[in-house]
């Protein structure tokens, strides 16, 4: 499958198309493709500068692995330049330089749109386009989807704060279990830098950490020791995925208006939470956040009915 409006050689699909994922992908890239010809319609007809920005772009193809066949399929950037209505701009980030040439490309085969490439970092980038939001109708989806958790907490504050812009964010739940490990000792200060970047706090310490509950009573003299035991044992990480996952949904709640309840998605395959694809409003309006919740709950139904694993986060990740 290619990107509707977009025909490249075999050979500059071959390389210029990435390859990064698999049926989680697919099912991130067919809510966005729901969602913002959604979106555009709902706000047509309203005076609405809209704005699409897309803050780790890609190339506008990528190549996905599904049951094991590789499957061409039009990324998050083709998918914004077809949307039908169209964006009144869309905003394409990236930080590898042949990557922003593909970008180019596919923005030059829409002479009709107001397409920017930039070549760069996504956090400087977003709170810069977020800022440029000056017009009192300036209205911006914002997709963040990143491999990691390059996702500065600043990034979603500003957004979060412009009351402007609604937020898709694939927020690496994986990235997030590698980087707390169940033994708090072998947390080096870079991945500790890293959550408190992405989360904004080191409250995650305390909530996820803590020493093992006494859990037998047999006498009081057992149970001090029991007490005693483990007030000396080392710290652990008591929190699975599905602790994280909440604790990190909550933390979202503390800056935006409204937040969805996230989509999971899980590795091909494997009952393991990978990603939880979450959608953030800024706008406080009652009537903007009833019509977000009803267009997202039903994109997500539909997602969720294409996926084989539909199961609940595994616990003790
Ligand atoms: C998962 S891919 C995005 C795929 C894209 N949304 C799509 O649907 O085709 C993540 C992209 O972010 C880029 N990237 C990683 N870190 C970045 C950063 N700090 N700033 C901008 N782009 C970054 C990578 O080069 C990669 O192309």
Redesign the pocket.
Known sequence: MIAAGVTYSNERQRMIS?K??GKHTERK?TAISDYLPAYTTALSGQNFNLHYI?????????TVSINGRETLIP???SIAVNCMPSFDSLTF????KN?CKALQRLADGSPSLNIKVLH????YFVVQSVNALKNWNDRAIL?L???GM?VDWNTLKVAAESKKVDVWYLFSLSGLYRQAAIDPSSITKEKENAINRALGTNEWRQAFYSKPEPSRTNGDLFLNELIEECEKAPERRTHGAEDILAWVEKRFNTIFSYVHPPEILYQEGRNIPMFALFYMMANDSGKAIGLGKKIVASIFEKVRKKSELGTPPTRGL
């Open positions: 990435q990064f994922g890239l897309d803050a780790f772009a890609g190339t506008g193809l990528c990324g998050s950037a980030i990236e930080k590898i990557k760069g970092d996504a956090n997709f989807d990143p491999f390059e």
